[in-house]
């Protein structure tokens, strides 16, 4: 009852703050924001919004306050944001916070892809997620509390650089999650640049260090998705990768995702009642909410069998064997 109430006193707090003549401002000004990050507090486009930062801040808080993060960033990211902005550009909804240094940066990062089974349907949109869950297989995003982990580089193939073959390496950096996200390792569930490599063909390059038995490596062509959707982990464009790594390699620090079940299922709540979403003291982004009618969780108890019968019914598949490549 005590837990209840507290959340029911927290969403009438927000619901007032968000309900007045500038919502943004209210709730960033209520809080103990800093004056120079209170300009980045909002629903505009490079901007957080309070809620999103206030729980971002709050795990951050407590991490530090444990002794566990000693890292002067934290880390955010808004998963009811389009992932593109009205430019035609990848809109920043993942947020990089370095309060110490009064820094605040807006990057682009894709959300899960999901999947379209027979017996049920969680896929979504390039623009924007409908779909969300904690469920491992789901290639769904999952909201909540990580702590950045190890990192892991692995080789993908070969591609054309500059002229020449070149090997093509991707660094993994792993999360650990916590509550509803605590089976992230389970998941794999990460982040990492959006890049990846296309495979073609194969050519014998038996001084490579990645060559198989017979002395052959794969080569492809580099994809490029930034702002696009992903399997599930949060993907960053090569740059913006570049200074995230670099950010929290031996020195890990939060990651806030929004939204979480509970927030998911309130505003669907919300949408049937026909009620509108900000006067509930809840939050989405209005664009997506458009787009996609109405959010859905699917929590693992639910999906997980779902996705296993589908694996099950998959014929069994030959090894993959790429053709050779017409050089070389």
Not at 18 to 25: D, E, K, V, Y
Not at 64 to 82: E, F, S, V
Not at 268 to 293: F, H, N, P, Q
């Given at each position: 009852m005590l837990l209840n109430s507290l959340r029911l006193f927290m969403a009438i707090l927000l619901g007032v703050a968000l309900s007045g003549s500038h919502p943004t401002r209210a709730a960033a000004q209520a809080s103990d924001t800093p004056a120079w990050l209170q300009d980045h507090v909002g629903v505009a486009e490079g901007q957080i919004a309070p809620v999103v930062l206030a729980r971002a801040r709050a795990l951050y808080r407590h991490k530090t306050g444990l002794g566990a993060i000693r890292n002067p960033c934290y880390m955010a990211m808004d998963a009811t944001r389009p992932s593109t902005a009205r430019d035609g550009t990848p809109g920043g909804r993942f947020y990089i916070?370095?309060?110490?240094?009064?820094?605040?940066?807006?990057?682009s990062s894709g959300h899960g892809n999901g999947r379209n089974l027979p017996r049920a349907d969680f896929s979504n949109g390039r623009q924007c997620a409908k779909h969300f869950s904690n469920a491992e297989g789901s290639k769904l995003t999952a909201g909540g509390s990580y702590v950045t982990a190890e990192t892991r580089t692995s080789f993908k193939g070969y591609f054309q650089d500059?002229?020449?073959?070149?090997?093509?390496?991707?660094?993994?950096?792993?999360?650990?999650?916590?509550?509803?996200?605590?089976?992230?390792?389970?998941?794999?569930?990460?982040?990492?640049p959006a890049?990846?490599?296309?495979?073609?063909?194969?050519?014998?390059?038996?001084?490579?260090?990645?060559?198989?038995?017979?002395?052959?490596?794969?080569?492809?062509?580099?994809?490029?998705?930034?702002?696009?959707?992903s399997n599930g982990c949060t993907t960053w464009s090569p740059s913006a990768s570049d200074e995230i790594l670099a950010l929290v390699e031996g020195n890990p620090t939060t990651l806030y995702i929004y939204p979480e079940s509970r927030d998911i299922d309130a505003v669907s709540d919300a949408v049937k009642a026909g009620k509108s979403v900000s006067r509930a003291g809840l939050y989405w982004d209005m664009a997506c909410l458009e787009a996609i009618g109405s959010p859905r969780f699917w929590p693992k108890s639910t999906l997980r069998p779902i996705i296993d019968e589908w694996r099950r019914s998959l014929p069994a598949q030959p090894p993959l064997q790429l053709p050779i490549c017409d050089r070389g």
């Amino acid at each position: 009852m005590l837990l209840n109430s507290l959340r029911l006193f927290m969403a009438i707090l927000l619901g007032v703050a968000l309900s007045g003549s500038h919502p943004t401002r209210a709730a960033a000004q209520a809080s103990d924001t800093p004056a120079w990050l209170q300009d980045h507090v909002g629903v505009a486009e490079g901007q957080i919004a309070p809620v999103v930062l206030a729980r971002a801040r709050a795990l951050y808080r407590h991490k530090t306050g444990l002794g566990a993060i000693r890292n002067p960033c934290y880390m955010a990211m808004d998963a009811t944001r389009p992932s593109t902005a009205r430019d035609g550009t990848p809109g920043g909804r993942f947020y990089i916070i370095c309060e110490a240094r009064k820094s605040f940066r807006a990057v682009s990062s894709g959300h899960g892809n999901g999947r379209n089974l027979p017996r049920a349907d969680f896929s979504n949109g390039r623009q924007c997620a409908k779909h969300f869950s904690n469920a491992e297989g789901s290639k769904l995003t999952a909201g909540g509390s990580y702590v950045t982990a190890e990192t892991r580089t692995s080789f993908k193939g070969y591609f054309q650089d500059a002229g020449r073959r070149s090997p093509f390496y991707r660094t993994f950096l792993l999360f650990d999650g916590e509550g509803e996200t605590d089976n992230a390792r389970e998941r794999a569930i990460g982040g990492h640049p959006a890049v990846f490599l296309k495979w073609q063909c194969r050519f014998r390059n038996p001084e490579s260090p990645h060559a198989d038995a017979e002395g052959y490596v794969p080569y492809g062509d580099l994809v490029n998705y930034t702002g696009g959707r992903s399997n599930g982990c949060t993907t960053w464009s090569p740059s913006a990768s570049d200074e995230i790594l670099a950010l929290v390699e031996g020195n890990p620090t939060t990651l806030y995702i929004y939204p979480e079940s509970r927030d998911i299922d309130a505003v669907s709540d919300a949408v049937k009642a026909g009620k509108s979403v900000s006067r509930a003291g809840l939050y989405w982004d209005m664009a997506c909410l458009e787009a996609i009618g109405s959010p859905r969780f699917w929590p693992k108890s639910t999906l997980r069998p779902i996705i296993d019968e589908w694996r099950r019914s998959l014929p069994a598949q030959p090894p993959l064997q790429l053709p050779i490549c017409d050089r070389g």
